[in-house]
């Protein structure tokens, strides 16, 4: 992993290579503990993953298919449904002490959605915009389709998980789910918008511009 950047007592790293999720799941709850912070950006091999309030019917297959396929299925301690990870996305995690940093769970949601839309805006010029009904964010032309998916879990006044941005993954393993109780043809992707060229530059640039735009709204 590369150490990318340090400000304000916040730790950042982008990883190269794919990170299996129950490694994450077992550095968040270790972070959480310790109260320690930090933000992770990686990518993760195909899984499913449901959170407190996933419904039953939102999953496709059963559990044999999805052992046939290589794909996981994990079950966890956070909002929202069943989303997807895959290579090609850009994942997410930020671990905040909301208490030391005198946050609310509402300014850090905030916090995190303004600084996704400028930094994709940013790298990519396109424009996106929340959905009042369901988590996530959105293109602004129709037909409105989902390109990031959030899920965050706040324990103890410290967060954990994050945001999965479908880059130059194919969304396969989407069609799987239901995806946060929608329908699968409801994602889209950089890829799937043209907007997926010189993407291991654009990726770097995405994560300069949130990490940085996200730090500055915490103060």
């Known amino acids: 992993m590369t150490k990318f950047l340090h400000r304000k007592g916040l730790p950042s790293y982008l990883f190269p290579s794919i990170v299996p999720y129950q490694r994450y799941v077992k550095f968040q ?3 959480r503990k310790n109260r320690r912070e930090s933000m992770l ?6 899984c499913l993953t449901g959170g407190i309030g996933a419904k039953a019917e939102n999953l496709l297959v059963s559990p044999d298919v999805l052992t ?9 301690q956070r909002g929202g449904d069943f989303t997807a990870h895959e290579p090609g996305q850009i994942v997410g995690y930020i671990h905040i002490d909301l208490k030391k940093r ?3 769970l509402g300014d850090f949601l905030r916090a995190l959605n303004q600084s996704l839309v400028v930094a ?6 396109l424009a996106l915009e929340e959905n009042p009904k369901a988590p996530g964010l959105y293109t602004t032309l129709e037909p409105k389709l989902k390109l990031v998916s959030e899920g965050i879990f ?11 941005l479908n880059a130059v993954n194919n969304l396969t393993t989407f069609s799987l789910i239901n995806p946060c109780g929608a329908k699968s043809e409801d994602m889209t ?6 907007k997926d060229q010189d993407f291991p530059k654009k990726r770097r640039e ?3 511009s949130f990490a940085n735009t996200f730090l500055d709204l915490l103060l």
């Open 41 to 46: 950006f990686l990518e993760h091999s195909p």
């Open 102 to 104: 005198n946050l609310s």
């Open 120 to 125: 994709i805006d940013k790298t990519w010029d």
């Open 68 to 76: 046939s396929r290589g794909v996981e299925l994990v079950t966890l």
């Open 29 to 31: 709850e270790n972070s």
């Open 189 to 194: 992707s950089l890829l799937r918008l043209g």
């Open 154 to 164: 706040a324990k103890s006044y410290f967060t954990s998980f994050g945001f999965a």
């Open 206 to 208: 995405f994560v300069m």
